[in-house]
């Protein structure tokens, strides 16, 4: 059977995930340096844990709202309020879903159609353009650059719109940069975007992790924005929470209508014991966050000076948990480069090209992880640096 007939064009024409990738050569190797995924290597806080436990122990294991749990929604705005000042209606402009990652697919699918184009900066998380393509929109990339600190520029964006553009997706804090967006540069952003009737995408899964004194600053508090934006973030990355799978998303409740539509019929509710550990988590666990903060902070410093030490420039990261180092001396491409360092020094980073063809001469490393773990990572890029200068020089 010719089963390319049978299948959807437009997801046969995306390419799986470079992550992803390197991922499973990692796991297919003994005795690997695994830098190369957002996990953070905290345990959930064990009074998250203790919350979902105790909702199975009492035979909570029945399906919830679709929206989700009232009180785990009334927490969720309650949270974006206090640490953001923006407001929403719990029942009407609030839905959980099935990590970020559901509620980013959930968003773009409810606002583009096929003819529409969707701006993306990169380099950026893998999903936006592949979910894009599968919704039948047209992505249209912005590269941003390491002299602009990763930000996207008003200038940048005015020049990559077009009568067809709907929707514009607004990854920050970044990964795999570590930039980040100020409140200057999304007011900045904001007249562009008011200028054009543009719709916004703002995926803010790190927005607890930014480091430097610096504040995360939602786009949908920007004057004017509120009600063009839909708000995304989670419980993976600020709690530790990857494998509970929760995310969120918050908009104007004409959106989240529709959202709470197609979660519906796709999802019908996110996972209940997760459910109730987040709601102990958005209750009692800001201390949590900036302990795990404090630590990323540590590794942060030490990674970035280590890679500027050794030749390797880096941009310095002032979110998420990711450096983005230049690689470009070394005369190797991105993928050269990580597939060499994973063969002779078992330790795996992520190309830049995996987060778009921009990240060329660039590779991701990620330092959620103990610091033992970093410092052995950095012996051994040293060791390899070393030897690709010592093999040149022969």
Same mark, same amino acid.
């Given at each position: 059977?010719?089963?390319?007939?049978?299948?959807?064009?437009?997801?046969?024409?995306?390419?799986?995930?470079?992550?992803?990738?390197?991922?499973?050569?990692?796991? *297919?190797?003994?005795?690997?340096?695994?830098?190369?995924?957002?996990?953070?290597?905290?345990?959930?806080?064990?009074?998250?844990?203790?919350?979902?436990?105790?909702?199975?122990?009492?035979?909570?294991?029945?399906?919830?709202?679709?929206?989700?749990?009232?009180?785990? $929604?009334?927490? /969720?705005?309650?949270?974006?309020?206090?640490?953001?000042?923006?407001?929403?209606?719990?029942?009407?402009? $609030?839905?959980?879903?099935?990590?970020?990652?559901?509620?980013?697919?959930?968003?773009?699918?409810?606002?583009?159609?096929?003819?529409?184009?969707?701006? /993306?900066?990169?380099?950026?998380?893998?999903?936006? *353009?592949?979910?894009?393509?599968?919704?039948?929109?047209?992505?249209?990339? /912005?590269?941003?650059?390491?002299? +602009?600190?990763?930000?996207?520029?008003?200038?940048?964006?005015?020049?990559?719109?077009?009568?067809?553009?709907?929707?514009?997706?607004?990854?920050?804090?970044?990964?795999?940069?570590?930039?980040?967006?100020?409140?200057?540069?999304?007011?900045?952003?904001?007249?562009?975007?008011?200028?054009?009737?543009?719709?916004?995408?703002?995926?803010?899964?790190?927005?607890?992790?930014?480091?430097?004194?610096?504040?995360?600053?939602?786009?949908?508090? /920007?004057?004017?924005?509120?009600?063009?934006?839909?708000?995304?973030?989670?419980?993976?990355?600020?709690?530790?929470?990857?494998?509970?799978?929760?995310?969120?998303?918050?908009?104007?409740?004409?959106?989240?209508?529709?959202?709470?539509?197609?979660?519906?019929?796709?999802?019908?509710?996110?996972?209940?014991?997760?459910?109730?550990?987040?709601?102990?988590?958005?209750? +009692?666990?800001?201390?949590?966050?900036?302990?795990?903060?404090?630590?990323?902070?540590?590794?942060?410093?030490?990674?970035?000076?280590?890679?500027?030490?050794?030749?390797?420039? $880096?941009?310095?990261?002032?979110?998420?948990?990711?450096?983005?180092?230049?690689?470009?001396?070394?005369?190797?491409?991105?993928?050269?480069?990580?597939?060499?360092?994973?063969?002779?020094?078992?330790?795996?980073?992520?190309?830049?090209?995996?987060?778009?063809?921009?990240?060329?001469?660039?590779?991701?490393?990620?330092?959620?992880?103990?610091?033992?773990?970093?410092?052995?990572?950095?012996?051994?890029?040293? *060791?390899?640096?070393?030897?690709?200068?010592?093999?040149?020089?022969?």
């Amino acid at each position: 059977m010719n089963y390319s007939e049978k299948l959807t064009p437009s997801i046969q024409s995306v390419k799986p995930s470079g992550i992803r990738r390197f991922f499973d050569i990692v796991n *297919e190797m003994d005795h690997v340096i695994s830098l190369s995924v957002g996990e953070p290597d905290f345990q959930t806080p064990w009074h998250v844990r203790e919350a979902g436990i105790e909702s199975l122990e009492q035979g909570k294991t029945w399906y919830t709202p679709n929206r989700g749990f009232k009180e785990l $929604c009334g927490e /969720i705005v309650k949270f974006y309020k206090r640490k953001y000042n923006l407001t929403y209606d719990p029942s009407t402009e $609030c839905l959980v879903t099935v990590g970020g990652s559901e509620a980013i697919d959930n968003a773009i699918r409810c606002m583009v159609s096929v003819g529409d184009e969707v701006l /993306i900066p990169q380099p950026s998380f893998v999903c936006y *353009e592949p979910l894009t393509i599968m919704a039948g929109a047209t992505p249209v990339l /912005i590269q941003t650059k390491a002299e +602009n600190a990763f930000r996207l520029t008003p200038e940048q964006l005015e020049e990559k719109i077009t009568d067809k553009t709907k929707l514009l997706i607004l990854p920050y804090p970044n990964n795999p940069t570590g930039g980040i967006m100020e409140r200057e540069d999304l007011e900045a952003i904001a007249e562009v975007v008011k200028k054009h009737d543009l719709m916004v995408l703002s995926d803010e899964i790190y927005s607890e992790l930014t480091y430097e004194g610096k504040h995360h600053v939602s786009i949908a508090s /920007i004057d004017g924005m509120w009600e063009r934006t839909v708000v995304i973030n989670g419980f993976s990355k600020a709690y530790a929470m990857t494998g509970w799978r929760l995310g969120y998303a918050l908009a104007p409740k004409e959106i989240c209508a529709m959202m709470v539509k197609l979660h519906q019929f796709c999802i019908m509710s996110a996972p209940t014991t997760a459910q109730y550990a987040a709601i102990e988590a958005l209750k +009692n666990g800001d201390d949590d966050i900036e302990m795990m903060k404090g630590e990323y902070d540590m590794r942060r410093r030490f990674v970035v000076g280590s890679l500027n030490k050794m030749g390797l420039t $880096c941009f310095n990261p002032e979110g998420a948990f990711y450096c983005f180092p230049c690689i470009k001396s070394t005369g190797l491409s991105s993928d050269e480069f990580c597939t060499r360092l994973l063969q002779s020094k078992h330790v795996a980073l992520v190309p830049g090209t995996a987060f778009g063809e921009c990240g060329e001469g660039y590779v991701r490393l990620s330092y959620c992880y103990s610091i033992k773990h970093l410092r052995q990572a950095m012996k051994l890029i040293k *060791e390899f640096l070393k030897e690709l200068e010592d093999e040149n020089n022969g």
